[in-house]
């Protein structure tokens, strides 16, 4: 039997207009938005139909946006196929998408996931008001080298995407000095990312403080479905495991890498993504070439549920 694993995006996926297909052809989808304009208290589904791309793009507004439009994705595809879509074994998501993960394994619901999210935007923003920090993509360098240009250059390893793609994080000078030192060592490219904080580093501790006490006042479920942590890449099986894993997150890397090896070595051979863009089925295809993929972000995905490319 195939086993299946769902995914979720994190921040850089957003897109104006994402969503709307779906919330003008299924009844959950208009919940689902309602819902989350009623957790934020604020229209978070105008920003994802209308934009401006701008405001969407802020930490603040895109991780909830996110969580609502993977969700959205996730009950149309549900509405409309009914048992169609496959079980999963496990779920997994990248940095902010592991909340969407968590909120569909039932360790909290919908409306508290973006809450959170909103939350973490906002906390992850202010720390970057705090100390400038930037970010960058390493490609075509291994792992050993670009942590050795972390070293000289006083960054670190924010994510371990797929083989060729490394992702840094530090203070904005010494990323511009780390790039510069990558690309001398033989890197084919290092690329700016637009982004507001150093993500996934130290200087992102402020950020754990606030963070740390919001999740304290959150009350965590068991998950139902067992959710590979970022930073472990291993699955989390208890609510303490999961409140860890939210709280090391923000100031360690991403093992996206491991996380997908782990599921394939546990039998996954298919990968369905769900929420807009297609960043992490990109990834998956360069991490394992055997393993079937498919993404689900938008109408025509949800009405072609079924037919995985390999």
């Given at each position: 039997?195939?086993k299946?694993?769902w995914?979720?995006?994190?921040?850089?996926?957003?897109?104006v207009?994402?969503?709307?297909?779906?919330?003008?052809?299924?009844?959950?989808?208009?919940?689902?938005?309602k819902?989350?304009d009623?957790?934020l208290?604020?229209?978070?589904s105008?920003?994802?139909?209308?934009?401006?791309?701008?405001?969407?793009r802020?930490?603040?507004n895109?991780q909830?946006?996110?969580?609502?439009?993977s969700?959205?994705?996730?009950e149309a595809?549900r509405?409309?196929n009914?048992?169609?879509?496959?079980?999963?074994?496990?779920?997994?998501?990248h940095?902010?998408?592991?909340y969407?993960a968590?909120?569909?394994?039932g360790?909290?619901?919908?409306?508290?996931?973006?809450?959170?999210?909103?939350e973490r935007?906002?906390?992850?923003h202010?720390?970057?008001?705090?100390?400038a920090?930037?970010?960058?993509?390493?490609i075509?360098?291994?792992?050993?080298?670009v942590a050795e240009?972390?070293?000289?250059?006083?960054?670190v390893?924010?994510n371990?995407?797929c083989?060729?793609q490394?992702?840094?994080?530090?203070?904005?000078?010494?990323?511009?000095?780390?790039?510069?030192m990558a690309?001398?060592?033989?890197?084919?490219?290092?690329i700016?990312?637009?982004?507001s904080?150093?993500?996934?580093?130290a200087?992102m501790?402020?950020?754990?403080?606030?963070?740390?006490?919001y999740?304290?006042?959150?009350?965590?479920e068991t998950p139902?479905?067992?959710?590979?942590?970022?930073?472990?890449?291993?699955?989390?099986?208890t609510a303490?495991a999961?409140?860890?894993?939210l709280r090391?997150?923000?100031?360690?890397?991403?093992?996206?890498?491991?996380?997908?090896?782990?599921?394939?070595?546990?039998?996954?051979?298919?990968?369905?993504?769900?929420?807009?863009g297609?960043?992490?089925?990109g990834?998956?295809?360069?991490i394992?070439k055997?393993?079937?993929t498919q993404?689900?972000g938008?109408?025509?995905?949800?009405r072609?549920?079924?037919?995985p490319?390999?």
């Amino acid at each position: 039997m195939t086993k299946v694993a769902w995914v979720f995006p994190g921040q850089g996926s957003q897109s104006v207009g994402m969503g709307r297909d779906l919330y003008d052809n299924a009844k959950s989808v208009k919940a689902i938005f309602k819902q989350a304009d009623e957790a934020l208290g604020f229209s978070i589904s105008t920003l994802c139909f209308e934009g401006p791309e701008d405001d969407l793009r802020q930490t603040i507004n895109a991780q909830p946006a996110l969580v609502t439009d993977s969700f959205a994705c996730l009950e149309a595809t549900r509405e409309i196929n009914g048992n169609k879509l496959p079980a999963p074994a496990f779920l997994a998501g990248h940095s902010l998408g592991e909340y969407t993960a968590l909120a569909v394994a039932g360790v909290f619901d919908f409306a508290t996931a973006v809450r959170l999210a909103r939350e973490r935007g906002r906390l992850m923003h202010e720390a970057g008001q705090k100390r400038a920090g930037a970010m960058a993509a390493i490609i075509a360098l291994d792992e050993d080298k670009v942590a050795e240009v972390c070293r000289e250059s006083d960054t670190v390893i924010a994510n371990i995407n797929c083989p060729g793609q490394i992702v840094i994080s530090g203070a904005a000078e010494n990323i511009t000095k780390a790039m510069e030192m990558a690309t001398a060592a033989g890197a084919s490219r290092a690329i700016p990312l637009q982004v507001s904080g150093a993500f996934h580093s130290a200087l992102m501790q402020p950020a754990v403080e606030g963070m740390t006490e919001y999740l304290d006042a959150t009350t965590f479920e068991t998950p139902s479905i067992p959710v590979i942590g970022n930073t472990t890449a291993e699955p989390m099986t208890t609510a303490e495991a999961v409140k860890t894993e939210l709280r090391n997150q923000l100031t360690n890397p991403v093992q996206w890498q491991r996380t997908i090896e782990y599921m394939v070595n546990e039998g996954v051979s298919t990968f369905i993504e769900i929420g807009p863009g297609k960043v992490l089925t990109g990834l998956i295809r360069r991490i394992n070439k055997e393993v079937a993929t498919q993404n689900i972000g938008d109408l025509e995905a949800v009405r072609n549920l079924g037919n995985p490319s390999p």
